[in-house]
């Protein structure tokens, strides 16, 4: 019978979890403390929390439907998970340094606690710790995992630049945008959607599908992303109202509207030129990129992605119930609350 997502994820959190944090005790205590700090199961000084503040574990539950939905047990994609999941980590405490972020899932990121050096430092910690795990029992399997792993790590990486690189560019293309956000996000999703298939030594084409899926679920979950840092509740997101105006972030919405040719877009690359925006100019920039389409493009892009992500599974011959869980997860992921 099929497992509702929550369900699902928890199951999934039951499996990776103590796996993760088993990972981080490898680690020096210098090291494993922010590192353990940083996925919510201890305070600052090291005392357990009564309850884990870690996220939903969307990319290891993408890891171990995969192996399902390729006819394996779903263990065997266990490897794979906690390292997929070590890498996202990893770009998150060094993403919040580069965003100059204070807070991470309502408490202050790492590099606030521990300091800028030791969170570069932890999240390095956290890469190299991945490919160990994975490349512990050098089989076929595990080494085209790894591989795997290491070509989606270095498009997130290149990704990252890019997007970086865009706060020194006046205007952004919305194609330009795009390819940064597939291999930002879309590339690590890839490899969640594909690593447990690869680590069940599953046939190309399935490996393929599922990675076609989780390259289109990453465009989706970046543009809901994007829309959610302009119009988001900071309940739901975590940072504060337009956050992403607020730092002049050239996100797919932004890029739309100062590329539609509109009077509303040129009034915003005016707003964006200020050296600083206040509450009021956040507010009016909202407004301007909603007049100029961009809200509206973006949340039609979503759509289409996420069809496409459900013409890969349903094309391929997957194992019925995996596959239509990875569906309502995707479904799940995507659809969150303004």
Known sequence: MKRRTPEVLEWA????????????????????????????WVDPCGSPLEESLHGKGVRPTLALLSAGAAGAP??????????????????LIHDDIIDDD??????????????????????????GLAF????????????????????????????????MSFNRQDTVGVTECWEMVSRKTGALLA??????????????ETVEALRRFGRELGLCFQAIDDLLGIW???????????????????????????????????????????????????????ALVEEAGGRSATAEAARDCMQRAAQA??????????????????????NREF
Do not use: C
């Open 191 to 204: 490899h969640a959607s594909a690593v447990g298939a690869i680590l069940a030594d599953a046939p190309p």
């Open 132 to 163: 160990e795990l994975l490349l512990e029992e050098a089989t076929p399997a595990r080494t085209a995992a790894a591989t795997d792993l290491v070509q989606a790590t270095m498009a997130m990486i290149a990704g990252q630049y890019m997007d």
């Open 74 to 91: 779903p263990e065997i994609a266990l490897p794979g998970a906690v390292a997929v999941e070590l890498v996202h980590n990893f770009s």
């Open 13 to 40: 959190r039951t499996l990776v979890e103590p796996a993760l944090e088993a990972a981080t005790r490898r680690l020096s205590p210098d090291l494993g403390l922010p590192a353990r700090y940083h996925f919510g």
């Open 313 to 334: 599974l349903t094309a391929a011959d997957l194992e019925e119930q995996p596959a239509e869980e990875l569906l309502d997860l995707a479904s799940f992921v995507v």
């Open 102 to 127: 204070d807070e991470r899932r309502h408490r202050a990121t790492v590099w606030k606690v521990f300091g800028v050096g030791d969170a570069i430092i932890v999240g390095d910690a956290l890469m």
């Open 232 to 286: 988001g509740e900071p309940a739901v997101t975590g940072k504060p109202a337009g956050n992403d105006l607020r730092e002049r972030k050239k996100s797919i919405p932004v890029a739309v509207a100062l590329s539609s040719g509109t009077r509303a877009g040129e009034m915003l690359a005016d707003l964006y030129a200020q050296e600083h925006l206040n509450e009021s100019d956040i507010a009016r920039a909202a």
